[in-house]
C-alpha cells in the first residue's frame, strides 16, 4: 500500500494549466503594449471590480496595507486620532493606523464570531476620554462582522466606518456584497487571498466619490493634476499593469472559485470532533478563506494533524495588544475573548486545487479530534 501523501497548508503551485495559460498570455498582452503602469487593464480592472462589487468606484494600490492607510487617511485620520479595531486579525490595521501617526484602541470579539460585534465596539469606546475618528470593521477568515449594527453605534459617535475586506471578497451582505455598509472598505490581492495576483496588490471600494478621489490622489504623490501636489499624505502605490491584466483574467473565476472553498467547508462542517469547534458554516456571507477551529487543546491537535500529514498554521500567533512593538505601546486593553482565541485558534487546508480525497482526509483527522 502507497502511504498517502502530505496535504500543505497551502500550495500555490497547483494552479490549473488553462488559468496559467490564459495568465501567461494576458501578461505577453501587457509586453506588447509597452503600457506597464496606470495603463488600459488597469483602469479597464477598476471598473471590472467596482461593477462585480456594486460599488460606485474602486481605488487600485500597491497592497492591503495601504489600501488602509490610504482609507484612514482619506476619513480623516490624523495624528494622535484614535482608531478602533480589533486585535485578533494579523496588526495590519494597527501598522496602517501607526503609519498616520494614529493611536489603535482595541476592542474585544465575540466568542462565538471572534468578530467585533456592536456591543463589543460600544464597550471600547464607552471609556475613552476623545472620540475617535474611525473603525475598522474586519471581516476575519472571510465572514462578515455585523456592519450595519457597528455602523450605527458610530453614527452616533461621529466615527466614520472602514471594512476591511482583504478576506471577506465575494462575500455576499443580503443583496449587496459586503464592505458597502461603511464610508468605505479595502481589500488585499496578496497571493494567498481569495482573489491573488501573483505579486503584491490592493484597493479600496466605495459609494463615495471624494473618498475615492482623496485615494486617487494619495496613491500618487498627492497629485491633483500631473506633477502639481495639491493633497497631504501623497505617496507612490501604484498597481502595475501586470497584475491588472492578471486580476481582469481571474475575477470571473472568483465566484466559483469561493463556491468550491465554502463545499470544502461544508465537508469539514460534516465531522463530529470532541475537542474542537469550527468557528464559521458555510453561506453566502462566508468566502471560506480559511476553516479555522478552535480547541482548549491546540499543541495536541497539531501534532494529531502533523502525524496524520495535515498541514496546519495559526491565524493569528500574536494578538495586537500583545505585539513589542519597537516604536509605540499600546494602550492598555482588557480583551479576555482575544487572549483566549489567539491561544485557541488552529487553521486547516482550505483552498480550491484541494482534491476530494484531501478533503475527506481532512475531515477525517478532525473529526477525531
Ligand atoms: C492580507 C491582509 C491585509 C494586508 O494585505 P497586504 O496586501 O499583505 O498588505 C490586511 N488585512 C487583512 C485582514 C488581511 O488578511
Same mark, same amino acid.
Given at each position: ?83 478602533? %479595531? ?37 464597550? #471600547? ?41 482583504? !478576506? ?51 496613491? !500618487? ?35 466559483? #472559485?469561493?463556491?468550491?472553498?465554502? #463545499?470544502?467547508? %461544508?465537508?469539514?462542517?460534516?465531522? #463530529? ?13 462566508? %468566502? ?11 499543541? %495536541? ?69
Amino acid at each position: 500500500m502507497t502511504s498517502p501523501g502530505r496535504i500543505p497548508f497551502n500550495d500555490l503551485s497547483r494552479m490549473p494549466t488553462d488559468l496559467s495559460a490564459a495568465i501567461a498570455s494576458a501578461v505577453a498582452g501587457v509586453i506588447e503594449s509597452g503600457w506597464f503602469v496606470l495603463g488600459p487593464n488597469h483602469a479597464a480592472f477598476e471598473t471590472e471590480f467596482a461593477a462585480y462589487l456594486g460599488a460606485r468606484e474602486a481605488v487600485l494600490v500597491a497592497n492591503g496595507t495601504d489600501a488602509l492607510e490610504l482609507a484612514l487617511a482619506a476619513v480623516g485620520v490624523e495624528a494622535g486620532d484614535f482608531v478602533v %479595531t480589533v486585535a485578533n486579525a494579523g496588526a495590519y490595521t494597527s501598522v496602517a493606523t501607526r503609519l498616520l501617526g494614529g493611536v489603535p484602541v482595541y476592542c474585544d470579539i465575540d466568542p462565538s464570531t471572534l468578530l467585533m460585534s456592536a456591543e463589543t465596539f460600544e464597550a #471600547a469606546i464607552a471609556g475613552l476620554p476623545i472620540a475617535p475618528k474611525a473603525v475598522v470593521v474586519t471581516h476575519l477568515y472571510g465572514a462578515l462582522a455585523p456592519t450595519g449594527a457597528i455602523a450605527a453605534v458610530a453614527a452616533r459617535h461621529g466615527i466614520r466606518v472602514v471594512e476591511d475586506c482583504a !478576506q471577506s471578497i465575494g462575500a455576499r451582505a443580503g443583496e449587496r456584497m459586503g464592505g458597502l455598509a461603511g464610508d468605505i472598505a479595502t481589500t488585499s490581492f496578496y497571493p494567498t487571498k481569495n482573489l491573488g495576483a501573483l505579486g503584491d496588490g490592493g484597493a479600496v471600494f466605495t459609494d463615495d466619490s471624494s473618498l475615492a478621489e482623496a485615494v486617487r490622489q494619495m496613491r !500618487q504623490y498627492g497629485w491633483t493634476a500631473k506633477y502639481r501636489i495639491g493633497r497631504a499624505h501623497g505617496r507612490n502605490s501604484r498597481m502595475d499593469e501586470l497584475q491588472a491584466a492578471i486580476l481582469r483574467v481571474k475575477l470571473p473565476l472568483l465566484d466559483a #472559485a469561493n463556491e468550491r472553498r465554502r #463545499a470544502i467547508h %461544508t465537508v469539514y462542517e460534516s465531522a #463530529a470532533p470532541i475537542g474542537a469547534r469550527l468557528v464559521n458554516s458555510s453561506s453566502p456571507a462566508f %468566502t471560506a478563506h480559511l476553516a479555522v477551529l478552535t480547541t482548549e487543546h491546540r499543541a %495536541t491537535a497539531r501534532e494529531a494533524l502533523d502525524a496524520a500529514g495535515i498541514g496546519t498554521d495559526v491565524h493569528y500567533p500574536i494578538a495586537d495588544h500583545r505585539q513589542a512593538f519597537p516604536d509605540f505601546t499600546p494602550l492598555p486593553a482588557e480583551l479576555p475573548v482575544t487572549d483566549w482565541a489567539t491561544e485557541s485558534v488552529l487553521s486547516i487546508p482550505l483552498f480550491p486545487e484541494l482534491t476530494d480525497d484531501e478533503v475527506a482526509r481532512v475531515r477525517d483527522a478532525i473529526d477525531g479530534l
